[in-house]
């Protein structure tokens, strides 16, 4: 069993396409409970049910590396913003957990006592985002944005969105909070300010993770101290041996 000190963060990725054993992807479906059998059945395309079995996997077989509980008997609920968070079985440990999925990503942030947000995105020949950015980005986010180079914009709108959507995810609120409300400086690390009293800049800790060539990621951690952020890579899938 792995443990997790209250300094530590653990990031599990797995590329959903490497899944592809029959009998593993049976065992997956046997691991959903009745609700997240009914969403796998609502998606229309199969690749979007295929990275939802993956993830749903990732999630219950992770968690069953922090605590003596099978896979299939992890009980969840979503908080009022949407954020799932375990209920069960009684006595485990409160891991708090964040999830991101997209087309070749599954991404999954576990931490013992801390807030934590991911977020991944791939990278694609998108145009810059500079629409979407005036709308909805922080003025200093759109403006830092504009000057760039137009080669290099796209890439750091991707970087502005999977930093703001990890934060939002941690923090609970999700797109409950307007993205205005804060804003990112892309400083190594990055660097956060609020135009509020809500929170403290300092609370907040916050990573580019190096998960895959074809996308981006970002980890948003609420800490007291700068956690310690550690990657483990599944080769071919959620349940397999690393």
């Not at 959903?32 to 969403?39: C, G, P, Q, W």
């Not at 295929?50 to 992770?62: K, P």
């Not at 660097?191 to 916050?206: K, L, M, Q, Y």
Request: aromatic content about 10%.
């Amino acid at each position: 069993m792995l443990t997790l000190t209250a300094d530590d963060v653990h990031v599990w990725h797995v590329a959903p396409e490497l899944v592809s054993d029959p009998g593993l992807i049976r065992r997956y479906g046997a691991l959903m409970s009745a609700d997240e059998r009914a969403r796998h059945a609502r998606f229309v395309f199969p690749a979007d049910q295929h990275i939802y079995l993956v993830a749903r996997a990732l999630v219950r077989t992770t968690l069953s590396k922090y605590a003596d509980v099978e896979p299939d008997a992890w009980t969840f609920k979503d908080g009022p913003y949407g954020r799932p968070e375990i209920t069960g079985p009684s006595g485990v440990p409160q891991l708090h957990f964040s999830l991101s999925h997209t087309k070749g990503l599954v991404a999954l942030a576990v931490s013992a006592q801390s807030e934590v947000g991911i977020d991944v995105e791939g990278i694609n020949e998108r145009a810059s985002g500079l629409d979407i950015a005036r709308h909805y980005f922080a003025s200093s986010e759109a403006d830092a944005l504009r000057a760039l180079p137009p080669e290099g914009q796209g890439r750091a709108f991707l970087e502005y969105w999977t930093l703001k959507e990890a934060y939002i995810k941690a923090t609970g609120l999700g797109l409950s909070m307007p993205l205005k409300s804060f804003a990112f400086t892309l400083a190594d690390p990055p660097v956060i300010a609020f135009d509020s009293g809500t929170s403290e800049p300092g609370e907040w800790h916050f990573f580019r993770l190096d998960l895959s060539v074809q996308h981006l990621s970002a980890l948003a951690v609420r800490s007291a101290r700068r956690p310690s952020v550690s990657l483990f890579g599944h080769p071919a899938a959620p349940g397999s041996q690393i």
